[in-house]
Structure formats: C-alpha cells, structure tokens
C-alpha cells in the first residue's frame, strides 16, 4: 500500500532533550516536506527537500532540523525541544516538486512539549 | 506573500442538508487550488483539487468546488451531506514548493 509514515505518533517529552520524528514513503517520491498544525493557523510549511540532500526551509524552520540522506526517509529533528513547539506534526510527499502535484500526507505526530 | 482565508471556523448542518465552505486567496498569478479533509486522528486527503480548465471540479465523496476568479474564491459544495462528513476542511493555494493553507473549517453534522 503506498503511504507515509510517521513515528511516532504521540509524544511527550521535556524542554531540551532531543527528539527525532521519522517520516518515510513507499511511493519513490523525489519532494518530502514538513508542516506543523496548530489551532486557527492551518498547516504551516517548517522545511521541504526536493530531492536526496537538497533542503531547504519553510516558513517556520527555527528550532528544527531535517536531512535526507535516503530518497525515502525525512526525519524531523528538535535539538532543543521547547514548549512553543507543542504541535501535530505532518510529513508529506509528491512524486516532484512543483505546484501541480498531490501531496500525500503521512498520519500526524501530535508532540507535547513540557 | 500568498494567504487563503476560511472565513467560517465551524460549521453544523443537518444531515441531508446541503453544504457550502467558503475559500478566499490572494495570488497574484493563475492559482493552483486544493481542498484536503482531516478526519479525526488522520492525516490530509484529497478532496480536488483546480489548475485550470473547467471552473467547477468534481472530487472524491461527491463533493465539488467552483473558481470563481472575479470574488478569488474557491468554495467547496455538496448537494447532502452525510454523518460521515464530520471531519476539518482545509482550503490551500500552491506557491512555489509549498501549499499555503487556510486556518481550516470544522464541520459538524447533526442527525
């Protein structure tokens, strides 16, 4: 089945210990992307890559990081994690970047910051 | 910078009851429209989506949406809505290597 994953889906951690969300597809996509959703504000895009080891930042990339060393796989990482990052979490994919293809979105990961 | 606006944070009808969500964007070129819906606990899907041709799409579940260019709008319709449509809506316009989305309209039905 083609899908996106992510892992874990629910967290709960503490300001500053670092944590890593997985994110990988099935479908061979080339474009990756992470949105964070928050209460009245939408999906908010945090970084997207359009290929293996291209990245780039979003609109709210600050206390995140990502790589893409595999073509599949785009983890989120928080370094330090802190309360205002208390968020659900998407990963998302398309077969290539661009405004005219579908992005396939994985489950979510809803973090809690403490 | 490109926005879309959702007007409505929630909205309950009846089932049955015909449904129309409101979409309003600001792009300064030809706009690449979607609809996604969050049902609870899942990710996004894709209800339809507009590029351009033919201003009113049919999507996935029986819903549809019109372009209208002169009010940037891009409303999404179904004709009866069912228990099962109770979900998050969420209007996005495409720029560049994202989609920008709306703040998303919750939808209740009520038997």
Known sequence: EAQVTQNPRYLITVTGKKLTVTCSQNMNHEYMSWYRQDPGLGLRQIYY?????????GDVPEGYKVSRKEKRNFPLILESPSPNQTSLYFCASSTRPGLYNEQFFGPGTRLTVL | AQSVTQ??????????ASLELRCNYSYGATPYLFWYVQSPGQGLQLLLKYFSGDTLVQGIKGFEAEFKRSQSSFNLRKPSVHWSDAAEYFCAVGDGNKLVFGAGTILRVKS
């Open chain 1, 49 to 57: 890559s359009m290929n293996v080891e291209v990245t780039d930042k």
């Open chain 2, 7 to 16: 007007p409505d944070i929630h909205i309950t009808v009846s089932e049955g």
